[in-house]
């Protein structure tokens, strides 16, 4: 997720090199939704990892993936 966060800076630049600076704050409004979505992600197989045990049932994809 680190990583992930420095390439905001190089995706703006790229913007900026392909179009006018109208409409950036939105793209980057969109980045970081999705920035946010994979790090509520992240967290709630984090939580699963830290609370499950042995023989318990994998929760479904989608309950980890659905927006909460």
Not at 27 to 48: D, F, S
Request: proline share 4%; hydrophobic share 35%.
């Amino acid at each position: 997720m680190d990583a992930i966060v420095e390439l905001r800076g190089e995706y703006q630049s790229e913007w900026l090199a392909e179009y006018t600076p109208y409409r950036l704050a939105s793209a980057l409004g969109r980045w970081n939704a999705e920035y946010e979505y994979w790090r509520q992600v992240q967290a709630r197989l984090v939580a699963y990892s830290n609370n499950s045990h042995e023989g318990d049932s994998l929760p479904s994809l989608e309950s980890l993936a659905e927006p909460k």
